[in-house]
């Protein structure tokens, strides 16, 4: 951060910052396994949209995509004393879901950052599930990609739920997969008309890549 501020160039973070997000998974035991990187452009900005039940999540999506990414998390995390200073470097953007119209201003300055080159990484759950849940989708990621015409990229997260699940305060060494779906186009899309059937298309990617049938619409 002090660089940064010496350079007076936030973007000179961005390099560390994947380093120490890989460091952590990797001290913490972890082996990462990505799969789908071929599906993305390489000069294409998207709305990552994913399933969620560990902060293994964030670190993960934010290191290994291929592409400059910030998030939107929950607002607590970035109350953390270094790494919360750290993330506001790198556009890891806090979202108040008990305040509609914060939500609301937050998901509009993601689409300003995404509409400047930098993909985005949404857990449409809103919160971290237990393990074997699969929670419903908030809207917020799709009015998101509708209203920039960024294509969204199903993200399947596996087996993090186990390694560092909601409610463990140690992380277990494992095997953790990130799988990056084919992307959903939203050009000549409209909310009113087309967001909910998007949205049940890429939440049923993500269920059936998790093997969950019983989510598959």
């Not at 973070?13 to 001290?27: E, I, Q, S």
């Not at 993200?155 to 084919?182: F, H, S, W």
Request: aromatic residues 12%; glycine residues 8%.
């Amino acid at each position: 951060m002090l660089l940064a501020r010496i350079k007076g160039d936030r973007e000179y973070a961005y390099p560390w910052a994947a380093w120490g997000a890989r460091a952590w998974l990797r001290w913490s035991g972890m082996r990462i396994v990505v799969r789908g990187r071929e599906n993305l452009a390489a000069n294409q900005s998207y709305v990552f949209v994913s399933n969620h039940h560990s902060y293994l999540d964030t670190a993960m999506m934010f290191a290994y995509t291929g592409k400059k990414m910030g998030v939107i998390a929950k607002k607590e995390m970035l109350d953390w004393i270094v790494a919360g200073k750290f993330m506001k470097y790198v556009n890891v953007i806090a979202i108040d879901r008990t305040n509609k119209e914060s939500a609301i201003e937050t998901m509009r300055n993601a689409a300003d950052k995404l509409r400047s080159g930098i993909s985005f990484g949404v857990f449409a759950e809103g919160t971290r599930a237990l393990p074997n849940e699969f929670l419903p989708f908030k809207k917020g990621a799709f009015y998101m990609a509708i209203d920039t015409g960024f294509p969204i990229v199903p993200v399947a997260m596996k087996n993090t739920d186990y390694a560092m699940g909601k409610r463990q305060n140690l992380a277990y060494p494992a095997i953790c997969e990130m799988i990056m779906l084919a992307p959903f186009e939203t050009k000549n899309l409209t909310t009113e008309r087309d967001l909910p059937d998007l949205l049940v298309k890429v939440r049923g990617a993500i269920a059936k890549e998790l093997g969950r049938k019983g989510d598959i619409e």
